[in-house]
């Protein structure tokens, strides 16, 4: 007597309920996380050589710095872009806080070893500020900025501000800072980092020797990735905190999609009459509407 077929049912029900996509050891683990420490403590290394250096000539920075700096600063009309959750705060500097923080403030990377400071991001036109809010898989999604934002179902709140800052860094006029890149552009990195370097034979971060090369680490497109996987500032967060404890009010950029500015200012560094609004009509809800000298101090 010939045997039984299983039935279909049967033989669905033996499928396996799972796929393996990738398998490894203990010990495999075990490495990873010895590399993982030791990627770690090679670029809390290299922070700390640059940072010591950077201390030796604080007054020569700070003074590169205001030198470069332009003013007063005027805007009209320029938009900012919340997250919903924001709207009755348009002006709150906590979403920059959040995280790793902005492309020139420092968020909540470490805070034991760097002290987060925020920054109030705002775009010269809404395209603009909506890329640079919801744009930023445009490339890996292979769309561009805008269009990558629009697929975004996120819900937000787009305002209009004005105001004047006294003092600003424009990097559009980068010759100005020729001074700063003079100061930072002997800067070495050696001992245990060289050591470090050769053993494992990476490639190491590249230091900054021209402005082009200074451009180019302000504006890098993934500045993101740097504190994610390092656990340390990048270039242009560390500027950031230069540009402001130098008490200069903002930084002028260009967006990395479409080239128009965009303006990191610092509220906690205003003085003077130095003031952003709200304009247009302004619901009821809102409670700031204006910072200044007196105001920001106590932004949240």
Same mark, same amino acid.
């Given at each position: 007597?010939?045997k039984?077929?299983?039935?279909r049912?049967?033989?669905k029900?033996?499928?396996?309920?799972?796929?393996?996509l990738?398998?490894?050891?203990?010990?495999?683990?075990?490495?990873?996380?010895?590399?993982?420490?030791?990627?770690?403590?090679?670029?809390?290394?290299?922070?700390?050589?640059?940072?010591?250096?950077?201390s030796?000539?604080?007054d020569?920075?700070?003074?590169?710095?205001?030198?470069?700096?332009?003013?007063?600063? %005027?805007?009209?009309?320029?938009q900012?872009i919340?997250?919903?959750?924001?709207?009755?705060?348009?002006?709150? $500097?906590? @979403?920059?806080?959040?995280?790793?923080? @902005?492309?020139?403030?420092? @968020?909540?990377?470490?805070?034991?070893?760097?002290?987060?400071?925020?920054?109030?991001?705002?775009?010269?036109d809404?395209? /603009?500020?909506?890329?640079?809010t919801?744009?930023?898989g445009g490339?890996?999604?292979?769309?561009?900025?805008?269009?990558?934002?629009l697929?975004? /179902?996120?819900?937000?709140?787009?305002?209009?501000?004005?105001g004047?800052?006294?003092?600003v860094?424009n990097?559009?006029?980068?010759?100005?800072?020729?001074?700063f $890149?003079?100061l930072?552009?002997?800067?070495?990195?050696?001992g245990?980092?060289?050591?470090?370097t050769?053993?494992?034979?990476?490639? %190491?971060?590249?230091?900054?020797?021209?402005?082009p090369?200074?451009?180019?680490?302000?504006?890098?497109?993934?500045w993101?990735?740097?504190?994610n996987?390092?656990?340390?500032?990048?270039?242009?967060?560390?500027f950031?905190?230069? $540009?402001?404890?130098?008490?200069?009010?903002?930084?002028?950029?260009?967006?990395?999609?479409?080239?128009?500015?965009?303006?990191?200012?610092?509220?906690?560094?205003?003085?003077?009459?130095?003031?952003?609004?709200?304009a @247009?009509?302004?619901? /009821?809800?809102?409670? $700031?509407?204006?910072?200044?000298?007196?105001t920001?101090?106590?932004?949240?």
């Amino acid at each position: 007597m010939s045997k039984r077929r299983p039935s279909r049912r049967k033989q669905k029900d033996q499928q396996p309920s799972f796929f393996i996509l990738d398998q490894f050891s203990l010990t495999e683990i075990q490495k990873w996380k010895v590399l993982r420490d030791k990627i770690l403590s090679y670029h809390w290394e290299y922070y700390s050589s640059l940072a010591y250096q950077r201390s030796k000539i604080t007054d020569n920075i700070r003074a590169a710095l205001v030198e470069a700096a332009e003013g007063p600063f %005027p805007f009209t009309g320029w938009q900012r872009i919340v997250k919903y959750k924001y709207t009755n705060a348009p002006l709150s $500097v906590a @979403g920059s806080l959040t995280d790793i923080g @902005g492309r020139f403030n420092i @968020g909540d990377i470490d805070p034991a070893r760097f002290t987060p400071f925020p920054a109030l991001y705002v775009a010269a036109d809404r395209e /603009t500020a909506m890329v640079e809010t919801l744009g930023q898989g445009g490339a890996e999604q292979k769309l561009s900025g805008l269009e990558f934002a629009l697929t975004k /179902t996120d819900s937000i709140s787009a305002v209009s501000v004005r105001g004047v800052l006294e003092s600003v860094i424009n990097l559009n006029n980068l010759e100005r800072l020729d001074r700063f $890149v003079r100061l930072i552009k002997d800067f070495v990195v050696a001992g245990k980092l060289t050591h470090l370097t050769q053993e494992s034979g990476w490639v %190491p971060p590249e230091l900054i020797r021209t402005l082009p090369q200074f451009k180019e680490a302000m504006l890098h497109r993934d500045w993101q990735q740097w504190a994610n996987l390092y656990e340390v500032p990048i270039a242009s967060q560390i500027f950031g905190q230069l $540009v402001m404890s130098a008490g200069i009010e903002g930084i002028v950029f260009p967006s990395k999609f479409n080239g128009h500015d965009n303006l990191a200012i610092f509220p906690q560094a205003f003085v003077g009459d130095s003031v952003i609004e709200l304009a @247009g009509e302004i619901p /009821t809800t809102v409670k $700031v509407r204006r910072l200044d000298a007196s105001t920001a101090k106590n932004l949240s």
